[in-house]
């Protein structure tokens, strides 16, 4: 390799990053716990932007369909209030959806838990009843009366749930509550704070937009600018199938879910219904979650039919998997398997529910970057070797 004036640069530029890597490296704890202050300081506007980043999609299609009229108007005056009008919407849609998602769910499931505790001794009566007959048939002697909440020994029960939540002293109980205290108050300043830098960013995005982009474009080399700007599109190609695409899916599994339970008369369809479409939002361990908190509802009311819904919702999920959810969000977020359970592990273990729902998008604009690099260097090398080819077949004849 000739040693001129580009190699000596990517040559310096592997020999500093080396360097800085292993210095890094060396001093892990350090970097983590600067990484980890930074993060802190800067966390309000990254919920802003994650948040602005959501509320642009419903906001988009607010201004492109229901107030498109404000857009053709004639009058200057309605023009500019089509970003407002929209903007205000989607924050009162948004805490809308929200609280009536927690009116339905949080008390229907409060009353849910209350009753299975009321009911549990008459559910373990009634399993001792039907499975000791059964067990004597098949010539096994087993006692199951020490299942019985009257043989039960209460008191090392409470003994052991106050061991788990006993402290040493009063200080320790201080502390504790003292730390749980300002983790929710940090999260809730930091939640507000990123909310209304939301609400800045999206009613001037536009301009906001346009001077990130002079700015990149006037101090970056033009090819580092193309790439940046191609990246910048795919992301939100990405996040913006992602979020579109999730919603819909789960309001149509919500749906379906409403109209499977209705006709089988399961209990509570409303209810699961919805809690079915919540939990859907969340990649891979949402379904889950939902059929789990699904279950315990439908049990309350009949065991039998609570077997008869898991039946049910399993086929509706395997449905939605392999026929729905791909036709609706599109190949722009098609990941393979593997990847979106990673997306959701790392992305939880960051940043938690928003990790989560911010992971598979993240992820998945990664995904298209690198297949398109791959694309570019096999169209390269294709090319390659049809020019070797051609030039042998010239010097042959």
Do not use: W
């Not at 060396?26 to 983590?32: E, R």
Request: charged share 15%; aromatic share 10%.
């Amino acid at each position: 390799m000739e040693l001129n004036k580009s190699n000596i640069k990517k040559i310096l530029g592997i020999i500093v990053f080396t360097v800085v890597f292993f210095t890094a490296f060396q001093h892990f704890s350090i970097v983590a716990a600067i990484i980890t202050k930074v993060l802190d300081i800067i966390a309000p506007v990254i919920i802003g932007l994650c948040i602005a980043f959501i509320l642009n999609v419903p906001m988009q299609a607010l201004e492109k369909n229901v107030f498109k009229f404000m857009a053709n108007s004639k009058r200057t005056k309605i023009r500019k209030l089509l970003r407002p009008v929209s903007l205000i919407s989607t924050i009162i849609l948004t805490i809308g959806f929200v609280a009536l998602l927690l009116l339905i769910i949080i008390p229907q499931l409060k009353d849910a838990i209350v009753l299975l505790i009321s009911k549990f001794p008459e559910y373990v009566t009634r399993f001792i009843e039907f499975a000791e007959p059964k067990l004597k048939s098949l010539g096994v002697d087993f006692d199951l009366k020490f299942l019985h909440p009257e043989k039960m020994d209460i008191s090392k029960i409470q003994g052991m749930v106050a061991k788990v939540f006993s402290v040493k002293d009063g200080n320790e109980i201080f502390n504790t509550t003292m730390g749980v205290t300002t983790s929710v108050i940090s999260g809730v300043v930091n939640f507000a704070l990123g909310f209304v830098l939301a609400v800045y960013v999206l009613a001037q995005k536009e301009k906001i937009i346009a001077f990130s982009g002079r700015l990149a474009k006037a101090v970056l080399p033009n090819k580092v600018y193309e790439h940046i700007l191609h990246i910048s599109t795919v992301a939100e190609n990405s996040f913006s199938s992602f979020i579109t695409g999730q919603f819909t899916d789960a309001t149509l599994l919500a749906t379906l879910c409403f109209i499977g339970m209705s006709i089988f008369r399961f209990p509570n369809a409303a209810v699961v219904a919805v809690t079915i479409g919540v939990t859907a939002l969340v990649p891979v361990i949402g379904p889950f979650i939902g059929e789990a908190i699904s279950f315990v509802i439908i049990f309350i009311e009949s065991p039998i039919k609570a077997l008869f819904f898991l039946i049910f919702i399993f086929i509706l999920q395997a449905i939605d998997n392999n026929f729905i959810y791909p036709k609706i969000v599109g190949k722009s977020v098609g990941l393979p398997g593997f990847l979106v359970l990673i997306a959701v592990i790392i992305g939880g273990n960051i940043g938690g529910m928003f990790g989560i729902l911010l992971g598979v998008p993240i992820v998945s604009a990664i995904y298209v970057l690198v297949l398109d690099v791959l694309n570019k260097k096999e169209h390269e090398e294709k090319n390659r070797i049809t020019e070797e080819t051609e030039s042998n077949i010239q010097k042959g004849e």
